[in-house]
């Protein structure tokens, strides 16, 4: 099983990024997919989950509703988070993973290693 994030990078305030997950070695559909992030200092947080067999079904953290939007594309075993009117507070690491059950939950079955999202006042 593989989770590979990409696309991070450095961003001024009010732009936007978008980060993608490219998934191999289990069956897609089958999954909750999600993203996280950790600030440094900060406990990781969940920001957003998609449902692989269905793509209406989502959820988003407060703090980030709004701006950020979640996306798949199962032909591709991709998903994505497409960020928007960035803040400096959303400068952290960012996680994709995924669970066959549940999602946000701390304990996912798979995780990426990361990407570093930097957003600059």
């Known amino acids: 099983v593989q989770l590979v994030e990409s696309g991070g990078g450095w961003v001024q305030a009010g732009g936007s990024l978008r980060v993608s997950c490219t998934t191999s070695g289990f069956v897609f559909d089958d999954y909750v997919l999600g993203w996280f992030r950790q600030a440094p200092g900060k406990e990781r947080e969940g920001v957003a989950c998609?449902?692989?067999?269905?793509?209406?079904?989502?959820y988003y953290a407060h703090s980030v509703k709004g701006r950020f939007t979640i996306s798949s594309d199962n032909a591709k075993n991709t998903f994505h988070l497409q960020m928007d009117s960035l803040e400096p507070e959303d400068t952290a690491v960012y996680y994709c993973a995924a669970d066959r059950n549940n999602c946000p939950g701390h304990e996912m079955d798979y995780w990426g290693k990361g990407t570093t999202v930097t957003v600059s006042s």
């Open positions: 998609i449902r692989g067999d269905n793509a209406y079904s989502t």
